[in-house]
Structures are given as C-alpha cells and as structure tokens.
C-alpha cells in the first residue's frame, strides 16, 4: 500500500482459522520437503522411483 492512500475496502475478508491452520501445516511440510535434493531436483527419471523418493522423505519427515 503506497504511503497517503486509503485502504479500498471497509472490512477484512473473513478468514476460516481451521482452513488457514492445515493450509499452514501443508505449506511447511512442502518446505521441509525440498530439503530433500532428490525430491526437490527430480533425480529420478521414471514416476515410480520419484514417488518412492517422495515416500522415504516423507516417512523420514514424518518420524522426526
């Protein structure tokens, strides 16, 4: 918002906390995802061992 202007709406949307709370949760865990090179750099070149790559990431994420 540029300096000396006034907002153009009167109220905020509505926000849904539950909604914004697992969309929160999703977007870390992409995050914590590309830390994983070969998941986030796509190594593998069939769909199968990429999905395997993207099972152990998340398996090893999931335990941690």
């Known amino acids: 918002m540029r300096s000396g202007t006034a907002p153009s709406r009167k109220q905020s949307p509505p ?3 539950t909604l914004y709370r697992l969309r929160y949760r999703v977007e870390c865990f992409f995050h914590d995802l590309k ?7 796509r190594y593998d070149k069939t769909a199968t061992c990429y999905i395997a790559v993207l099972h152990v990431a998340s398996l090893l994420l999931w335990l941690r």
Do not use: G, I
């Open 35 to 41: 830390r994983f090179r070969a998941a986030a750099t």
């Open 15 to 17: 926000l849904d906390q």
